[in-house]
C-alpha cells in the first residue's frame, strides 16, 4: 500500500520561508518523479514544480521561480521543497504526488499525499 504523507506547513509572515517535506513509503521511490502541487480555496490543483527521480532534471512554474527549491533525498525517500519569500498569493493545500515521469500537469501523477497547509500572513 503506498503512502504519501507531507508535513512542514503552517502559519508565516510574508517574507519568510518554510520547508514542506514528503515522505513515501510502499513503492520504490527513486523509481519515480516527484511533484509538488498547490490549491488555494476556489481554485483548480496548480502545479509547482517536479524533480526527475534522479534529481538531474527539475521544472518550476514562472510564479515559483527563484523562491522555491525542490529536491529529494531517496535514501531517505522524502522529497522536499524549501520555500523562501513567501507571499499570501502563496496561501494554499500544498501536495506531493509521485509519477513515472516529471510533470506539473495533475493527471501525470498516479499517488497524492492528503496535503499540508500553508498560510502565509501580510
Known amino acids: 500500500q503506498v503512502q504519501v504523507v507531507e508535513s512542514g506547513g503552517g502559519l508565516v509572515q510574508a517574507g519568510g520561508s518554510l520547508r514542506l517535506s514528503c515522505t513515501v513509503s510502499?513503492?520504490?521511490?527513486?523509481?519515480?518523479?516527484m511533484g509538488w502541487f498547490r490549491q488555494a480555496p476556489g481554485k483548480e490543483r496548480e502545479g509547482v514544480s517536479c524533480i526527475a527521480q534522479s534529481g538531474g532534471y527539475i521544472y518550476y512554474s514562472d510564479s515559483m521561480k527563484g523562491r522555491f527549491t525542490i529536491s529529494r533525498d531517496n535514501a531517505k525517500n522524502t522529497l522536499y521543497l524549501q520555500m523562501n519569500s513567501l507571499k499570501p498569493e502563496d496561501t494554499a493545500m500544498y501536495y506531493c504526488?509521485?509519477?513515472?515521469?516529471?510533470?506539473?500537469?495533475?493527471?501525470?501523477?498516479?499517488?497524492w499525499g492528503q496535503g499540508t497547509q500553508v498560510t502565509v500572513s501580510s
Open positions: 510502499g513503492l520504490t521511490f527513486d523509481d519515480y518523479a
Open positions: 504526488a509521485a509519477s513515472a515521469y516529471c510533470s506539473v500537469r495533475t493527471a501525470a501523477y498516479n499517488y
